[in-house]
């Protein structure tokens, strides 16, 4: 379990559950979904994935 730097995705491929968020997490299972080549830096403007806060 590791913290990582906020990324998040605005890739259409994704659910809003994936896409409307932003991780910071390496074992969130939603975060993880995300393919390297979708991801980007940083937090978007969106609110901290449920997934991540739960994983802290
Ligand atoms: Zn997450």
Known sequence: M???????TDS????PSHRNVYHD????????????????DGAGNRPRCDECKRLG
């Open 25 to 40: 997490h390496n074992d969130c299972k939603y975060g993880k979904e995300i393919k390297s080549q979708h991801r980007k």
């Open 12 to 15: 259409q491929e994704y659910p």
């Open 2 to 8: 590791a913290k990582v730097p906020a990324y998040h």
